[in-house]
């Protein structure tokens, strides 16, 4: 999956959490595009089965897209508290640069990752 499908399946997730239910233009809202790239980022996320509309046209994770928005996520907040922990920076300079790098990174690094934030 591309960098732009994972973070359009991580605002997705954000804003059922924040909201309770998601709508393109809330997409549109948080990732500061237009909604026509939502809707064309929509479509392809449907046809992969990561998402599917429900009444009211609201989006909705499937199982599949459930579980990789959440291991997105997952990287983006576990990258946010390593970098504020090593850099003693922002939180908000900190999740900048985690949204760049959550894309990128190998498992065993998160792993790495993950075991250093827990001992530390």
């Known amino acids: 999956m591309y960098e732009s499908g994972e973070d359009y399946l991580e605002a997705i ?20 595009v237009s909604r026509p790239s939502v809707s064309r980022a929509m479509g392809l996320l449907e046809k992969d089965g990561y998402i599917e509309f429900t009444l009211g046209n609201t989006i909705k994770l499937t199982e599949k897209g459930q579980l990789k928005a959440e291991d997105v996520y997952g990287r983006h907040k576990l990258l946010t508290v390593f970098l504020q922990k090593i850099t003693g920076l922002s939180e908000e300079q900190c999740e900048e640069n985690a ?4 894309h990128q990174i190998d498992v065993d690094v998160v792993n790495g990752i993950k075991k250093w934030v827990e001992e530390n």
């Open 13 to 32: 997730l954000r804003l059922q959490l924040e909201n309770g239910f998601v709508r393109s233009v809330d997409v549109a809202n948080k990732l500061a």
């Open 99 to 102: 949204c760049r790098v959550e």
